[in-house]
């Protein structure tokens, strides 16, 4: 083994052993990454379409349902074409050609979309018009399509297929089976399901296309966590994503073989090879023999993710659009297709003549077989397998088990009410007092009366018991009982007014024949047949004990609800009956299997059931809310979920207004004003009464401002000095005077938003900034003067002036484009518009801003503190930093753009500081310089670049949408916001340390959830220049709130540095790199 090899190979291994670990870190960063490809798609790519593939038009219409769904919660833009796609008639046409025959039906709907419900058909109509436009100018439709659709990026998910290890997610589709893996992230939204995961994983992946066209492929029972944006996909061909296995699981799964001469990426430390062989559940002498055991003693394991790029891409559109030929052909011999063992295979040159010999192997080979198969191999993909029951158990118990939400949307009785393990998972469910639930055990999307008891390692699925009147009551405690290990669910049935009641042990395999190890609810089917007196012909129509399974066993009686249960519990083996009596009962029935249900699922009434079970679930979780006074929900969310019930959704949210506490009455200190009004707007608008919503709004920014007021223990008609300015005889002792207030600007590492209110009146903040100097001057100033004639001259650096005569004729509000409304409302603020100074003294105000509008250094909150300052100095007030922090806090409600304390803590006090919020009445603020080692301050100045990037931002717009979300208790928001606080801590420990390279690492994740907070922070333009900025920094973000203005760029060295700013001279980016110090102690 070569050194090199050596050293690879340790630091794979090295990631190996950690991935475990960062594999829910992996998938949270995917879920910051859809959330803002589905807000600004126009920014941040996403696909253009997303097909799934279903066994039948049913399961299609289900599918449907699910991403429609998908939409209207935010999983999938608006702008992105979702289609589910069934396999012909319904019949097994194998995962390749179910490939071809999506691929297909996107095709004509792309030239017909009225023909397919999806909520962007206008797009689509749009995009067949062009299409058609070109079938005018001379091309055939085929090729107009094939044209366009080379420049899509689509994602195809099979989700086809009966789900036979894991029967009660047939019929939901595995996919869609719950994973609430994060959902304490969104607690009031939809329980998150596999499905989702897999958007958010592949979110990323849109990176690796390059805004080229292409095609990536994922299976449905699969939770592949790594980071797909890092994939390396070559041109021109199709790549197949590997990972490293050990032997003795490569025998039961897809092996891929590699050419060990050509690594496209040899130079990177990725693996991108050349395929040269597919294996299928190999054994060892064939993984030797085909050279597929890798230096370290490993092979590398089929994930079943597929990208197709290039020339492999647009043969492969062509070759979709022969599929409904070839389709045909497979269905006249009853073959198959597979995707794994055939369609891929045609990219393998080693496989053709095997390939030749399958069902279209010919055909596959012709139109595919000119461009190459690659392996890409992820080192740090952790792979979720949900191919059956007690795999989806174990994931939501093993190491992950931490990030698992384990109540959610769910109405559950006291603790003494009831007896509920702590590591059960509840899910949008139901329970009544006295109900019982083991360890381990999943209950979703079902209600459970009093006297059920649900064993541990159970799971429970559309389930709802309510006591019936049980053949052999078990007594007054307990009515139903699951034992340990089973699972239980009920499927509508087409043409049945019943809901047919199926069960089976955890650790059946439905698959498995009565002639080998077959069991039923955890019993080997001879045991089952004896104890119960049944005979094989009862429950199999064939004779051959080998094709005898749980699949279609006829043991599922279709009776009066009362009846199924008894049957259940008969068929479980609890010894609570008589056996001849529940025989002769089973008997006498009509019985199915699950290969008959699975044909017959009504999904419409399942969505149906499902959408008001929900819609209930959380109109009663919005009830308790309001009843109870605390309105510690996000009643936005919930009321999208309580509108799915078309029937009752509106009247609901109309009943809870009037549920509203009259807001007199109510105790501010318990339930702050702004927050009683946002829950009102949030009701109208759920009733679709947005002017009465609009108008109510106004009342939610008065209330921010009086409470912010409040909290800095001045109202807006108070006075900001107890000192009287004027004698009993009206003379003026404060004529002549003169002041002069010159600040730095600030930048800020993190924490801002922390320190905005109303968070910051209702939570602790916590913010890290630094003043500086730029080109060796203090940027913001103001120099404020008394006269001898009456009235105020107010002028700026702009030109711009203004003379009022009076002004006590100061008032609210103001015109968001007068540009004296900062100094006016600092007028009203110092109590000068309310005759603190005799009408007989005048004052003339001059300010200047030598930065760039927009700028996001805090330049206006820095500019009020400068005059308020200059004002109070001449009042012989309190100016003192403290003071005058506060009533800027204030000074902004008035202007109307609101704001936190960091933009004027950052100017009026100098260095680096980390300041932290308490609170109250009122609002302390403790704000800590850091003694910083000379060395760490000269290393900043000297890897800090400060950018102004020429985007102009202006901030109250971000800080608008914000303050909402806030109000609406936004949970996505509310955790974002306590981790930026969270980092100013760690940032400033990080400094004192003179750990400048963590600081970059913290600049990163704090840029990373200022774009979750709000989508709009950047744009294209700031994008590109942090990515062109990437190879020389180990950190940057923008300034402030962002949406423009200056950015903060911390280059891996001093070197590097330099480099950078003579990077960015010679670029088309047109930025100015600024000088700046920083302003320590009065000395720029």
Not at 211 to 216: D, T
Not at 305 to 331: F, N
Not at 880 to 905: P, R
């Amino acid at each position: 083994m070569s050194p090199l090899f050596g050293e690879m190979e340790k630091e794979k291994r090295m990631i190996m052993g950690k991935k475990k670990g960062e594999a829910m870190e992996v998938l949270r960063k995917s879920w910051y990454h859809l959330r803002l490809s589905v807000r600004y798609p126009a920014r941040v790519s996403t696909w253009d379409a997303i097909l799934l593939t279903a066994a039948s038009p049913e399961q299609a219409e289900l599918y449907e349902w699910q991403l429609q769904r998908a939409k209207r919660v935010g999983r999938i833009a608006p702008s992105t074409i979702a289609l589910s796609v069934p396999d012909p008639e319904g019949a097994r046409i194998g995962s390749g050609a179910a490939t071809l025959n999506a691929l297909h039906a996107l095709s004509c709907h792309l030239i017909h979309p009225s023909n397919t419900q999806v909520p962007n058909a206008e797009i689509a109509f749009s995009q067949s018009l062009e299409l058609r436009d070109r079938v005018n100018d001379g091309d055939s439709i085929t090729s107009a399509v094939k044209k366009s659709m080379e420049k899509m990026r689509i994602l195809l998910l099979h989700a086809g297929g009966d789900s036979k290890r894991v029967p009660w997610a047939n019929p939901m589709g595995k996919v869609f089976l719950p994973l609430p893996y994060l959902a304490s992230d969104d607690p009031d939204g939809p329980v998150p399901l596999l499905f989702d995961h897999v958007l958010a994983i592949s979110s990323s992946a849109i990176q690796a296309f390059e805004n080229k066209g292409g095609l990536l492929i994922m299976t449905g029972d699969v939770l592949p966590c790594f980071d797909t944006s890092s994939m390396v996909l070559p041109d021109n061909a199709s790549c197949i994503i590997t990972v490293p296995i050990t032997l003795d699981v490569a025998r039961n799964h897809g092996v891929v073989v590699t050419s060990t001469i050509e690594n496209l990426e040899q130079n990177s430390g990725r693996e991108l090879n050349l395929v040269e062989n597919l294996l299928q559940k190999p054994s060892l002498k064939e993984l030797e023999a085909n050279n597929a055991i890798r230096q370290d003693g490993r092979t590398l394991l089929d994930t079943g993710i597929i990208s197709v790029r290039g020339k492999a891409w647009a043969d492969l559109l062509l070759l979709s659009s022969s599929s409904p030929s070839m389709i045909s052909e497979l269905l006249r011999c009853g073959k198959e297709m597979s995707l794994y063992e055939d369609l891929v295979a045609a990219w393998v040159p080693a496989k053709h003549n095997w390939l030749k010999s399958r069902p279209l192997g010919i055909e596959l080979v012709s139109g595919l077989g000119n461009q190459n198969l690659f392996s890409y191999c992820a080192f740090d993909l952790s792979f979720l397998h949900f191919g059956t029951s007690t795999e989806v158990l174990d994931h939501l118990g093993e190491a992950h088990s931490r990030y698992v939400g384990r109540r959610h949307l769910c109405s559950i009785p006291a603790t003494t009410e009831c007896d509920i393990a702590a590591s059960a998972v509840i899910l949008s469910s139901k329970l009544a007092p006295g109900v019982s639930i083991g360890e381990d055990s999943l209950i979703y999307d079902s209600s459970l009366s009093t006297g059920v008891q649900i064993g541990s390692r159970c799971i429970i699925v559309g389930v709802h018991l309510q006591r019936e009147n049980i053949v052999g009551s078990i007594g007054n405690s307990s009515w139903f009982i699951l034992p340990d290990r089973h699972c239980l669910w009920e499927v509508p049935l087409v043409g049945c007014s019943q809901r047919v009641i199926l069960f089976c042990g955890l650790h059946d395999n439905p698959k498995s024949s009565h002639a080998k190890d077959g069991t039923f609810c955890g019993k080997p089917w001879k045991k089952v047949l004896h104890e119960h007196g049944i005979q094989q012909s009862e429950l199999w129509n064939t004779s051959d004990a080998q094709e005898q399974c749980l699949w279609n066993a006829k043991i599922f009686p279709v009776l009066p609800r009362h009846e199924m249960l008894s049957l259940a519990m008969w068929l479980l083996g609890l010894r609570l009956y008589n056996n001849e009596d529940m025989l002769s009962l089973w008997r006498n029935s009509y019985r199915v299997s699950l290969e008959e249900i699975h044909r017959s699922i009504d999904f419409r009434q399942l969505c149906l059931d499902s959408s008001i079970h929900q819609a209930d679930l959380a109109a009663g979780i919005a009830k308790a809310c309001i009843s109870y006074g605390l309105f510690g929900r996000n009643l936005s969310r919930l009321c999208t979920e309580i509108l799915q019930n078309e029937v009752s959704g509106t009247t609901a949210c109309k009943n809870f207004l009037t549920l509203c506490p009259n807001l007199q009455a109510l105790d501010s200190g318990i339930l702050p004003r702004s927050r009683a009004y946002q829950v009102q707007v949030d009701l109208h608008k759920a009733c679709g009464e947005d002017e009465i919503a609009c108008n109510i709004e106004h009342d939610v920014w008065s209330s921010v401002a009086e409470e912010t007021a409040a909290a800095v223990k001045y109202g807006l008609e108070g006075s900001a000095t107890s000192q009287n300015t004027g004698d009993a005889n009206g003379k003026n002792p404060l004529y002549p005077k003169r002041a002069r207030v010159e600040l730095p600007v600030r930048v800020d590492f993190v924490g801002g938003w922390s320190d905005t209110p109303p968070w910051s009146l209702e939570r602790i903040g916590r913010v890290l900034n630094m003043a500086i100097s730029l080109e060796d001057c203090l940027p913001i100033g103001t120099e404020i003067e008394t006269t001898s004639t009456k009235g105020v001259t107010i002028d700026d650096d702009a030109g711009n002036q203004t003379y009022i005569e009076d002004a006590n004729s100061i008032h609210t509000p103001f015109n968001e484009e007068d540009p004296f409304r900062l100094v006016k409302s600092a007028l009203i603020v110092t109590g000068i518009s309310q005759g603190k100074i005799p009408l007989s003294t005048g004052l003339q105000i001059r300010t200047w801003a030598k930065v760039p509008r927009g700028s996001g250094l805090g330049t206006s909150s820095i500019l009020a503190a400068a005059v308020l300052k200059g004002l109070l100095h001449i009042m012989e007030g309190d100016e003192s930093n403290d003071n005058v922090a506060g009533l800027v806090l204030v000074l902004e409600q008035i202007m109307g753009t609101g704001g936190g304390w960091q933009d004027q803590i950052g100017g009026l006090y100098p260095g680096i500081k980390c300041t932290t919020s308490f609170p109250g009445k009122p609002l302390r603020l403790h704000v800590i310089p850091l003694t910083a080692a000379p060395q760490m301050v000269l290393e900043l100045e000297q890897r800090l670049l400060v950018v102004f990037t020429g985007q102009v931002r202006l901030a109250h717009q971000v800080l608008q949408k914000v303050v909402v979300r806030y109000l609406q208790r936004d949970s996505l928001l509310i955790s974002s916001i306590k981790r930026l606080a969270e980092l100013a801590k760690i940032g400033q420990e990080a400094l004192m340390n003179c750990e400048v390279d963590e600081l970059g690492d913290i600049m990163l994740e704090a840029w990373r959830i200022h774009q979750e907070l709000d989508p709009y922070c950047s744009n294209e333009f700031v994008d590109q220049l942090f990515k062109f900025a990437s190879q020389f920094c180990c950190g940057y973000k923008l300034v402030g709130a962002g949406g423009g203005g200056f950015a903060l760029l911390l280059a891996k060295d001093k070197d590097r540095a330099k480099q950078l700013r003579n990077s960015l001279k010679s670029s088309d980016f047109n930025v100015t790199v600024y000088n700046w110090s920083i302003y320590l102690d009065g000395v720029a």
